[in-house]
């Protein structure tokens, strides 16, 4: 019966259905936040700028009405009286209501003559902040309007939108006499259309921005969907080859695989217990299972010598690291496998190959692969010896503490070393090929959050 492939089924393009509607869903909605909080503040700012606008033109308006009102004390010679002009003002305020708008009221106007000497004011003392639109125009600047015009501010006392105005009172012959400096506060009335308006144009743009992103969601999710399928087709294909090349490897050595497959399970499992991040054990996978494709460089009465090899054939058969070097190196996706085909035989003391390498010079995944590589070795059985206890083999790794093994990383493999070994040791069977293929799935199929970044 043919054994199985390490390959994809139908879920795991199920859950990267569910990841790409998922991460789908999510951007759309932070499209249509942002967007939201962008036209809000783009509708807020215009309303302001046009309630301004608006009681500056209402103000100039009913500024000329009690201007024409006083034209006539205006046309005087200066000094003028300010008990006239007091009384125009009451006159003008209770008589006809002319400084009462409908976005609002003035609750406080003074006049001044160009001497900056008060000639009148009126207040509305029932206004809840009168106190502090009193103390902003006391401490307000009284200089000329520029352009014969007039200024405004806007400002917020309390929480409430005020406008501030300064403008010239004209005699007859449309000369500058005096100058009128009000507070505008805006109405509730006012306060409610602005909202009401920044309200309805959110509505609007957010209303189409989400119709837009329904109509377009099924396209987009059918596309990605079709690219990710593509995506995952030729990662299982890379997967597959990457299983196929290690397998007929290790048959080089051997009639099986089993050892690629236990060895790369165990080295995600010490991996996994000393916390390395996602990539590095991606990495230290596609490493595990080609560790030993240099030995595809070495001739077969030296691979397959039965007995003791010779100095001379030793250092030939050391070679097959550089000759792994060289043959990942032809392929992108297999270049992160190299810091564990070229140090898998280097020493925590330095006195390994190829480089001598001492302790953290040697890359994390190969120290992590050499430890699972040994034990591995130890407890599963070779035509020349039988497999050591568990025990023995402990008592192994332990002498070589410090010289070829990383004395964390070993702490770290002994604390899992038992559950290996009863569930895998010496197994060749498809045990640790199944327990191999859901850990490949978990750490290859990352799904469609990378493909949308």
Do not use: C
């Not at 859950?15 to 249509?32: C, E, K, N, P």
């Not at 003008?92 to 002319?98: I, R």
């Not at 007995?307 to 070097?325: C, I, Y």
């Amino acid at each position: 019966m043919p054994k199985a492939r390490i390959h994809p089924g139908s879920r795991p393009n199920l859950r990267l259905q569910r990841d790409i509607h998922r991460v789908l869903a999510s951007r759309l909605f932070g499209v249509v936040a942002a967007t939201g909080v962008l036209f809000a503040a783009i509708a807020f700012t215009a309303e302001r700028d046009r309630l301004e606008d608006t009681v500056m033109e209402l103000a100039r308006l009913r500024t000329e009405r009690f201007n024409h009102h006083v034209e006539g004390l205006l046309d005087e010679p200066e000094p003028y009286d300010a008990e006239r002009v007091q009384a125009a003002m009451d006159d003008f305020v209770h008589g006809a209501g002319s400084l009462a708008l409908r976005d609002g009221r003035f609750v406080l106007a003074r006049v001044y003559d160009r001497d900056r000497r008060l000639l009148g004011r009126i207040e509305q003392s029932e206004h809840p902040q009168i106190e502090a639109v009193r103390a902003a125009v006391d401490e307000a600047s009284l200089e000329n309007p520029t352009g014969g015009g007039g200024r405004s501010a806007i400002a917020r006392l309390h929480g409430r939108p005020h406008v501030g105005v300064a403008l010239d009172l004209l005699d007859g012959r449309s000369r500058p006499r005096a100058l009128l400096v009000g507070v505008f506060a805006v109405s509730d009335a006012a306060v409610s259309r602005i909202r009401g308006n920044v309200v309805k144009t959110v509505s609007f743009v957010v209303g189409l921005v989400v119709l837009t992103a329904l109509a377009i969601y099924p396209v987009i999710s059918g596309l990605l969907g079709r690219v990710g399928r593509t995506a995952e087709g030729l990662l299982d294909a890379n997967l597959e080859t990457l299983q196929v090349l290690g397998g007929a490897i290790a048959k080089r050595d051997s009639d099986t695989d089993a050892h690629n497959h236990r060895v790369t399970l165990y080295a995600v499992r010490l991996a996994e217990a000393v916390g390395l991040p996602r990539e590095q054990i991606r990495s230290l996978v596609k490493g595990a299972l080609l560790h030993d494709v240099g030995k595809l460089g070495i001739r077969d009465e030296i691979l397959l010598k039965p007995g003791k090899l010779t100095d001379a054939e030793f250092t030939v058969m050391q070679r097959h690291v550089t000759h792994g070097l060289d043959i990942t190196d032809g392929a992108g996706w297999l270049q992160d496998a190299q810091p564990v085909v070229g140090g898998h035989h280097e020493k925590f003391d330095g006195s390994g190959y190829p480089e001598g390498l001492v302790g953290s010079d040697i890359p994390t995944t190969a120290r992590v692969f050499a430890i699972v590589d040994v034990f591995d070795a130890l407890t599963s059985r070779r035509p020349y010896k039988e497999p050591m206890s568990f025990t023995e083999t402990l008592e192994v790794l332990e002498r070589g503490r410090g010289r070829h093994f990383d004395p964390d990383l070993l702490d770290a493999f002994a604390g899992i070393a038992p559950e290996l070994f009863a569930a895998h040791a010496g197994q060749e069977g498809d045990g640790p090929k199944r327990e191999l293929e859901v850990l490949i799935q978990a750490y290859f199929k990352s799904g469609a959050a990378d493909l949308l970044d």
